[in-house]
């Protein structure tokens, strides 16, 4: 088989859902590609295995609001 299965990344169902849930409160794409970093997977991960929220993340501005 070719390229990498889930189970290289995303090891369980608790780390999926902790994945999905971090990304689906980050507030920019910086802090997203923070989440992605500290999981230790790829861009192509995230947007093959969760398209959906990757469609949102699209959506997020680059930087984090400032506070204020």
């Known amino acids: 088989m070719d390229g990498q ?7 369980s169902g608790r780390d999926r859902n902790s994945f ?3 990304i689906k409160s980050a507030t920019s794409k910086k802090r ?4 992605i970093e500290w999981f230790e997977t790829t861009e192509k991960y ?3 295995n969760f398209p959906d ?4 993340v699209a959506d997020l501005p680059d930087e ?3 506070p204020g």
């Open 32 to 35: 997203v590609a923070e989440v």
């Open 5 to 11: 299965s889930d189970d290289d990344y995303m090891i």
């Open 53 to 56: 929220l990757a469609k949102e």
């Open 20 to 22: 999905f849930l971090e």
């Open 64 to 66: 984090p609001p400032t």
């Open 46 to 48: 995230f947007a093959e």
